[in-house]
């Protein structure tokens, strides 16, 4: 992992990976190294005549290490891209280096809008919450409910999700009865759901971080919120792929706005799941596509400048770049260097014995609102 | 009405669960005057051996159990004959910092065996969802919980207070020369209570999985929780921490359900007021002498 250069370092494009591969965020890691490793199988460690090396580094997605090692790698190492990054503080933290060194900033997971607008060398192949948040606003509002209770993680992406949530809805016609903002490190989540049900709303929309979703739906069962027909939508963390067999029946009926599932009908998806399960043994989730499309996204844009690795040139390059992702058709807006994607609205079903996210309705090339709306 | 009555049943619930998963500690904080910050690791332990058990090898859930309460007590007894006994004689310091190296360890190896990410028991559906009691919810699991629980307690309410052992287990604390002397065999009584520590927080992991959660970081994440109920329940005797866990327990849920934006503070909240009250917590050492 640490190895120097080899002797003819000229021949070689070092991408310095900062994930976080222990703690909490360990599962959002190890998805998208592990997309990563498939991309390269796939497709070959070479571009337009260079070598691609990746350097795998674990900031455990503290900011501070992030920051650490983001210098490391672009001091020591000499990487031309710095990429990865679990959560939106670690993100943040590489940005000023990013923009200093002039280093492409390649953001495969955290999701809140502002990261692209800290250093013009941020590119993000993963999404934001304000585009499932919003989507699933409207169609919420549009689809006959209209008493929502929510509960949300108290940190960024979880006000991102509700904020974004509250005014579509409310937009839409939509009322909110009950807003509960639950700590991030919160085991129990009986009490609020509690107050959830007391509330009696139509639905309740859900932001907890990738993990905690188990838990949040088997409690929801237990306290028998989904026998009084209280419905459960969100943006579709709470359903990753990865958490979403473990949940149970409990889980089935939620209505969930997200980019990704392992169930969407397209051929790229059904070869990228099938390459997945067969390295890995587990079904990808939407990180592993931020991730699957990020390496894709530093191979196009190195063939593009024919190895060259200038940070502006590179920049360049990938502004405006469209191809067709295991999620569907996306592209980097030129303005903005964020993803535009399809949002799809699925439920979760069961099929051939495993639960799934099928989709149902797709918004097409959604933008992240959190900066068309500025 | 009704719901403050499915907001007690919660809390005396979660509090319980509290104290099976902290009781441990209150033991050989307490009782053995030494400090194993690696109690959460047992309880981790415990969780993953009844979810390896009932998931993959498809036990039933309540035969899992008393194995998850069996084999934590096992590698308790293994490393207190290897490492622990070692250490009791040594300063508190030394005890903290192998302790909590070994709970780092434990994180890591169970994250390199198991992965990281969470898993879940399954459970028979016998103890899935809530019935209704007089229109006050009550959910199955927690119930089971409960009653689990309680019995324990009186259990080691009796075993410590009334039997041959626990008679030799306090004089082995209060003076171990003076009882070896008279033929208590100090280090094997020792060895007998720190394994029993360590299958109750195993079958407190095995039960709080459903709840909590279950992850290599569970240890980290709750160690707070087990030294908030030792330290306000004082550690002389089990009556406190139990006392502590309910409060705790109660004090949390009606705090979250009623006040949720102070939500998470009510416990500490709890916890401050009790120990500028009391120092030495409800039942401390020094309120006891």
């Known amino acids: 992992m640490l190895a120097f250069a080899p002797a003819h370092a000229q ?30 199988q796939q497709n070959g460690d070479t571009v337009a005549g260079k070598k691609i090396e990746v350097i795998l580094k674990d900031d455990a997605a503290v ?87 929510t509960l949300t993680s108290d940190y960024a992406p979880g006000n991102d999700a509700l904020n974004f949530f509250k005014q579509n809805f409310t937009a839409g016609g939509g009322e909110i009865v009950e807003e509960v903002k639950v700590p991030l490190q919160n085991p129990d989540f009986a009490p609020f759901l509690q107050r959830m049900k007391d509330s009696k709303p139509d ?74 399960k067969k390295a890995f043994g587990s ?26 690795t200038d940070g502006d040139a590179l920049i360049e390059a990938m502004k405006g770049m469209k191809w067709e992702s295991p999620r569907g058709p996306i592209s980097i807006d030129p303005e903005t260097r964020d993803i535009v994607q399809n949002i799809y609205i699925r439920k979760v079903e069961k099929v051939d ?22 | 009405m009704t719901t403050l009555f499915t907001i007690l049943f919660d809390g005396v619930a979660y509090g319980m669960l509290l104290f099976v998963l902290a009781c441990g500690l209150a033991v050989t904080l307490g009782l053995m005057n030494f400090v194993n910050l690696a109690h959460g690791a047992f309880a981790m332990t415990g969780g993953y051996i009844c979810a390896v058990l009932v998931n993959n090898s498809g036990w039933p859930f309540f035969t899992a159990l008393p194995l998850a309460f069996v084999s934590a007590a096992a590698i308790g007894v293994a490393l207190e004959r290897t490492l622990y006994r070692h250490l009791y004689t040594r300063s508190h310091l030394d005890q903290v910092l192998f302790t909590i190296g070994l709970t780092f360890m434990s994180v890591a190896a169970v994250d390199y065996v198991m992965g990281s990410s969470r898993i879940f028991i399954k459970l028979p559906a016998a103890l899935e969802g809530q019935f209704d009691f007089f229109g006050v919810g009550i959910g199955r699991y927690r119930l089971m919980i409960i009653v689990i629980c309680g019995l324990l307690t009186v259990a080691l309410q009796l075993i410590l207070a009334k039997t041959r052992f626990g008679s030799r287990l306090r004089a082995a604390v209060d003076d ?60 002389s005797s089990i009556t406190g921490p139990f006392l502590a866990s309910l409060l705790l327990g109660i004090g949390d849920v009606a705090g979250k359900y009623y006040v949720p934006k102070m939500g998470p503070f009510v416990i500490y909240t709890i916890m401050i007021v009790i120990l500028i009250w009391r120092p030495n917590g409800l039942f401390g050492r020094t309120a006891a002498r």
């Open chain 1, 11 to 40: 021949e070689t494009v070092k991408i310095g990976l900062i994930l976080p591969m222990t703690g909490g965020q360990a599962s959002t890691g190890k998805q998208i190294d592990n997309a990563v490793k498939l991309y390269m």
């Open chain 1, 203 to 276: 639905a309740v929309f859900v932001f907890v971080p990738a993990g905690q979703g188990g838990n949040f739906m088997k409690q929801y069962a237990e306290r028998g919120l989904d026998k009084s027909g209280i419905k459960v939508i969100g943006p579709g963390d709470v359903m990753d792929d990865d958490l979403l067999n473990g949940m149970g029946d409990a889980a089935l009926g939620t209505v969930t706005a997200h980019l990704y599932s392992a169930a969407h009908p397209s051929a790229a998806n059904k070869e990228f799941v099938a390459a997945y």
């Open chain 1, 283 to 308: 079904r990808p989730g939407f990180m592993a596509v931020g991730g699957y499309d990020g390496i894709r996204l530093i191979y196009e844009a190195l063939k593009k400048t024919g190895g060259k």
């Open chain 1, 63 to 149: 900011p501070d290490n992030t920051k650490r090692l983001a210098q490391e790698l672009i001091v020591n190492d000499k990487v031309s891209f710095i990429a990865g990054f679990g959560v939106t503080p670690a993100a943040l933290a590489a940005a000023p280096l990013a923009t200093q060194a002039k280093v492409p900033e390649i953001v495969m997971a955290a999701g809140t809008s502002i990261i692209t607008e800290r250093s013009p060398y941020i590119v993000r192949t993963s999404f934001t919450l304000a585009q499932s948040s919003t989507i699933i606003g409207d169609w919420a509002a549009k689809n006959g409910i209209k008493k929502v209770a």
């Open chain 1, 353 to 374: 014995g495993e639960l799934y996210n099928v989709e149902f309705a797709t918004f097409e090339a959604v933008k992240d609102s959190g900066k068309t709306k500025k």
């Open chain 2, 176 to 235: 171990p020369r003076a009882a070896s002397g008279l033929g208590i065999n100090v280090p094997q009584v020792f060895a007998f209570t720190f394994a029993f520590g360590c299958g109750l927080a195993g079958l407190g992991g095995a039960l709080s999985a459903e709840i909590l959660g279950l992850d290599p970081y569970f240890p980290l994440k709750f160690m707070i929780y087990f030294l908030i109920v030792v330290t306000v329940g004082g550690s």
